[in-house]
């Protein structure tokens, strides 16, 4: 019989999705375009065309069978190597094919690694604010997730906070730097302590304790290059995903890299063949691996996400926000004018403004707005904005 | 930590896994063309035309936006949709979109049906010889997988043994017609005692049992439609891959259809991308989606399976083994000529043979023979099996 755990759930509704849908059925009243949706994390640019010719090409093949054929259990060997090279030339970490297992997309490596590195009973720590996904990926894996209260001053990591949840019973700490929602680069300075931290619980409690590194905004930066954390601490698994550097979300292709100094660094790949056994994951689809293989030195043309955030940026601290300039991602994370964000956004939609409470992200108080969306539309938001912000809480410009 | 768990099955050794590495070691020493590797169930025929065709117009469309954009959660709505009207129109259930639900092969429709009818704790029975992945699917989904006994007489289901199993812990039964390994396709009469058989012990013990109908295989057949598992039995879910079908088992792409008149028929969906959220599914590649919404009744050209299929049977019953024909897959399973099928299969390896044991699919003292290799190699094997009987077992050809 259907069971009961998963029809429970059909009852939870999802903030953001609902948003979506509003956003929709307004924009069915009064056009699309004329709705300042700020709800979906969706890539609005295009993909590199490089991507769409290496795509073109590989279906040239006329050996369909081996172009369209089984990949091993742990992934193509040759795209393995390829991102392996890559990551080493990049970062410096002497990674080969070995310690690479192609995914799908950043949900499939995240949902290895934690099987891989936590056995069911024990904790997972997240940091506020956090992206929501990450308690159904925990539960999946049979673990609890404990998050660490949010550092609102600059959304770094509340140490001492974190410090006090981890215990013997902590199998991995998961961070996500540029961070969805706040925008937040982790410095190297963070990634430093992060890794004393982390080093000294482990020898404490006697067993390592996983860095997994959630990283599909690594190349949505704003600042130069983003601290990449596996250089910090050597029990690392780094989770990757195309989706946004590429625009290509949909593909669901991305990849799950061991740090080669980690724990039992040789057997990850097996480990997660295993693991694939039983979720039914499988590897990505052979062709989107042999595409990203040819385009991991390409982008999309991401400097649109840049010149939006500074124009919100400025934007919101015109209307006197408090609000951290994001490092990252196509994200910001202002606090909203009450101490309800729900309450907040829901006035919002009165100005046909989608905007998500930050409570869906474990930090009440404060909002996120996704700007990845046309900076002619963008433009366009802020007098909605701005009479938003007079009608309901009476701010004017500052 | 890394995972006893998953490091202790590194030890397990998958038993085609190292056939298929004994026939690429023997193949550099002698040529592949000379290794008689019957051990891997890979098509060998081109794709069909027509589907490179659509993948190469989908990757023509400048919104690429759009094109790679996210699946909803539900997966594509339009390739739902034209699922769902093809398996109306070929098998007449009145299948909707809300039935149909896209998946990462069959693999990824049985993790998802399980997860959706079984709750950890409650037993799945599948019916030997079976595909040896049905074991980690059903541990995955934390059911105990039982295995009904073989009826070596025809490969249908022995019903008493089914029975005998059938308890109130009892979640689903899952078959697999046409059957890897053994070829078989049940037939009407047993689909319609299973399903009075699971419809009477679900009145029994006061819940739905569920029929989980994994079809990998439907589109190659040999005497016509195969009948339609969910034409029978009112609670079944249909999982299907077009990796078969198609050629393509890279790709990674099928369905799970729930037959509307099913228990909670037009919830399983909505609770299917709730079980995507803790496995890291989330919808197979849109690519891939759109691809095969196109290729809906198409299929590669199958016919060497069947020309295959004809020979290889007609070879082994002159040599004198007791075999069923199959009705369908490019599969067939004759009966060992000793009782031990580990041995067996061993001494086929000094004639450059390589064979399955039946074991591996509960069902020891058979052996399995995949013939999707090209006919002309097929036909160059029959001199070794000769050999291999005559000096092994000092069978003549009858």
Chains 1, 2 share one sequence.
Request: with cysteine; proline share 8%.
């Amino acid at each position: 019989m259907i069971t009961q755990r998963y029809r429970d759930m059909l009852k939870e509704r999802s903030v953001i999705r609902q948003l979506s849908e509003w956003s929709t059925a307004r924009g069915a009243e009064i056009g699309y375009d004329n709705v300042f949706d700020f709800s979906l994390g969706n890539p609005s640019v295009p993909c590199p065309p490089h991507f769409t010719a290496v795509c073109q090409r590989l279906l040239q093949n006329p050996d369909t069978v081996a172009l369209h054929g089984y990949s091993p259990s742990a992934t193509l060997p040759q795209v393995r190597a390829a991102v392996a090279a890559s990551l080493q030339k990049r970062f410096g970490l002497p990674y080969t094919a070995q310690h690479i297992f192609m995914t799908c997309g950043a949900a499939g490596a995240l949902a290895h690694a934690l099987r891989c590195v936590g056995t069911p009973g024990q904790e997972v720590l997240t940091v506020a604010p956090f992206f929501p996904e990450y308690g159904p990926y925990a539960e999946g894996a049979g673990l609890t997730l404990k998050v660490v209260p949010p550092c609102t001053a600059d959304f770094q990591i509340d140490f001492a906070a974190l410090e006090a949840l981890l215990t013997e019973n902590t199998a991995a700490v998961l961070i996500n730097s540029p961070n969805n929602p706040s925008g937040a680069v982790y410095s190297e300075q963070t990634l430093r302590r992060l890794a004393a931290l982390l080093a000294a619980a482990g020898e404490r409690h006697g067993h390592h304790i996983f860095l997994i590194s959630d990283e599909p905004y690594r190349e949505i930066t704003y600042s130069g290059p983003v601290p990449y954390p596996a250089r910090y601490y050597a029990d690392t698994i780094t989770c990757y995903s195309f989706s946004k550097s590429l625009s290509i979300p949909g593909e669901r292709i991305g990849y799950l890299a061991a740090n080669p100094a980690c724990e039992a660094a040789g057997d990850i790949v097996a480990i997660c063949t295993q693991i694939s056994r039983g979720t039914g994951h499988n590897c990505p689809a052979s062709l989107l691996q042999l595409a990203v293989a040819e385009c991991l030195e390409d982008t999309s043309d991401l400097g649109v996400y840049a010149a939006n955030m500074a124009l919100l940026y400025d934007e919101l601290k015109g209307l006197g926000f408090n609000v951290v300039r994001p490092g990252g991602t196509f994200y910001i994370f202002p606090q909203a004018l009450e101490p309800d964000s729900i309450a907040f956004c829901e006035k919002a939609k009165k100005y046909d403004l989608a905007l998500v409470p930050g409570d869906s992200f474990g930090c009440p108080g404060w909002f996120r707005m996704a700007y990845c969306i046309p900076t002619e539309k963008l433009r366009r938001s802020f007098p909605a904005l701005e009479r938003f912000v007079r009608g309901e809480y009476g701010i004017a410009r500052v």
